[in-house]
């Protein structure tokens, strides 16, 4: 059973999203635990508060360490192994290696930071790694949460019905995927690609990986020095 725990601010953003797909049938299934705690809880004063003002200055409101802390300890103590992860745009990059590396973990503790940021404690002392999901700012790591658990949660087996579908991906071989194409074989009059129709197994193999190569040369020319073959 793979386990996540969210500490969060706004616990009511994730009230819908596993509730349907993949997600909803692992949960029932029992395959995927999510609890989702309210870091407010953790607060010992009558206002509950969560942020104060930056030591040295500026704008904006820092998260106190405080009860985020506490939520951690409740977290990890319930759940002994657990894997503390911390959301942020300075974290270091989370990509399908890192999914890949992470789904070995069974248990996570997911902490969304809101405001301009969370007191450099909780990350330093208080994490195993802070983690940003790519090179642009959101004003939480609520939705960055969302997209660790989708992405980590589908690469473990029993996950995604087709297993065979995960090896076929974009990025999984380290270059964008092949387009694909279903019924009907002429849409307002754009063809299928013919050696999709060509029943030639060796050729329909060719194109597709002719294709990835092309579009990650255009698309993500990055990409094309680490790509495994
Ligand atoms: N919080 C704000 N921006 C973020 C990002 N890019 N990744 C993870 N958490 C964030």
Redesign the pocket.
């Known amino acids: 059973m793979l386990h996540f725990k969210i500490l969060t601010i706004f616990p009511k953003y994730f009230a819908s999203p596993f509730m349907d797909g993949l997600l909803k049938q692992a949960i029932e299934n029992g395959v995927l635990r999510i609890d989702v705690q309210d870091i407010r809880e953790f607060t010992r004063d009558k206002h509950r508060t969560v942020d104060d003002t930056p030591y040295g200055g500026g704008a904006g409101m820092v998260m106190k360490p405080e009860p985020i802390v506490f939520a951690i300890k409740q977290a990890v103590a319930d759940a002994k192994a657990s894997t503390v992860i911390v ?3 300075k ?1 270091k990059k ?1 990509d399908q290696a890192a999914a890949r590396r992470l789904s070995r973990h069974k248990q996570f503790v997911l902490v ?2 809101r405001y301009e940021g969370i007191d450099e404690r909780v990350p330093a002392f208080y994490a195993d790694e802070e ?11 609520e ?2 949460a969302l997209v660790f658990i989708e992405s980590v949660a589908r690469l473990v087996p029993g996950f995604v019905g087709n297993d065979e579908s995960l090896v076929r991906e974009s990025y999984e071989n380290g270059l964008l995927e092949y387009p694909q194409y279903t019924k009907p074989r002429t849409f307002e009059g754009h063809e299928v690609p013919p050696v999709l129709l060509s029943g030639n197994h060796r050729a329909i193999e060719q194109w597709r990986s002719e294709q990835s190569l092309k579009l990650t040369a255009e698309r993500r020319p990055d990409l094309l020095g680490a790509a495994k073959k």
């Open positions: 959301f942020s745009p974290g989370f969304c930071g983690l940003s999901i790519g090179d642009y700012v959101l004003s939480g790591g939705a960055a």
